[in-house]
């Protein structure tokens, strides 16, 4: 058992990365092989509802997950030595010259990457999924409005696709860091 209080927290910051990811990529996991599938099975208008409630509170626990992930991986390299508040910032082996710093470069990229999907699901598509029919909507407003719906949903599914095949990149190339790195 460590003696080391710094070892302490730094086996509490990987702990936190991994049950962060585990809820991630667990989440988005269930929403592609489980939920998916199963709305298929029921009455559009039941699966549109349920749809949108499970987006709703799936998107709380990726955002959650998000932020802490990048949290816990920074203070990690900063505990590692590699990353400080004061310039250049970063201490060899975080540099682009170096596997290590290749590869966790590109997982900050790609955390970008799903932080903007993210962005796009929660502002932009997952409004388009809720509305009322207000009374004296015209027939053509609804039928626009339900292919909205629908097209909102599509992308919906897409970037999460994405997003899980990203995951098990960036996962990927985590494992890879105690090794040196994979880039
Ligand atoms: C979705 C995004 C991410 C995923 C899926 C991911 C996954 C992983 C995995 C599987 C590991 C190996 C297990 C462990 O030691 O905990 C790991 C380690 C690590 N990750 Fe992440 N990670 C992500 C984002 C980040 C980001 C953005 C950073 C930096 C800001 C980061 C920094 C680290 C560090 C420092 C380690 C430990 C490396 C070592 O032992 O030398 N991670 N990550």
Same mark, same amino acid.
Request: aromatic fraction near 10%; proline fraction near 5%.
């Given at each position: 058992?460590?003696?080391?209080?710094?070892?302490?927290?730094?086996? *509490?910051? =990987?702990?936190?990365?991994?049950?962060?990811?585990?809820?991630?990529?667990?989440?988005?996991?269930?929403?592609? /092989? $489980?939920?998916?599938?199963?709305?298929?099975?029921?009455?559009?208008?039941?699966?549109?509802?349920?749809?949108?409630?499970?987006?709703?509170? /799936?998107?709380?626990?990726?955002?959650?997950?998000?932020?802490?992930?990048?949290?816990? =991986?920074?203070?990690?390299?900063?505990?590692?030595?590699?990353?400080? $508040?004061?310039?250049? +910032?970063?201490?060899?082996?975080?540099?682009?010259?170096?596997?290590?710093?290749?590869?966790?470069?590109?997982?900050? $990229?790609?955390?970008?990457?799903?932080?903007?999907?993210?962005?796009?699901?929660? +502002?932009? +598509?997952?409004?388009?999924?809720?509305?009322?029919?207000?009374?004296?909507?015209?027939?053509?407003?609804?039928?626009?409005?339900?292919?909205?719906?629908?097209?909102?949903?599509?992308?919906?599914?897409?970037?999460?696709?994405?997003?899980?095949?990203?995951?098990?990149?960036?996962?990927?190339?985590?494992?890879? *860091?105690?090794?040196? =790195?994979?880039?």
């Amino acid at each position: 058992m460590p003696d080391d209080p710094q070892i302490w927290i730094q086996i *509490l910051l =990987g702990y936190i990365h991994d049950l962060s990811i585990a809820v991630y990529l667990g989440g988005a996991v269930a929403m592609e /092989f $489980v939920l998916g599938p199963a709305q298929t099975s029921i009455p559009p208008a039941q699966a549109q509802v349920m749809g949108q409630k499970t987006s709703d509170r /799936f998107l709380w626990l990726a955002w959650g997950s998000l932020i802490l992930i990048l949290i816990t =991986g920074a203070l990690r390299l900063e505990r590692l030595d590699m990353l400080n $508040v004061t310039w250049p +910032f970063f201490e060899s082996p975080l540099s682009l010259s170096e596997s290590y710093g290749r590869t966790v470069g590109t997982m900050f $990229v790609l955390w970008c990457v799903l932080a903007i999907n993210g962005a796009l699901v929660t +502002f932009r +598509f997952r409004p388009r999924l809720a509305g009322k029919i207000a009374p004296g909507t015209s027939a053509a407003q609804v039928t626009s409005n339900q292919a909205g719906r629908i097209a909102a949903a599509t992308w919906i599914q897409r970037l999460t696709r994405a997003d899980l095949a990203i995951t098990v990149v960036v996962a990927l190339l985590g494992a890879s *860091l105690k090794w040196g =790195g994979l880039l």
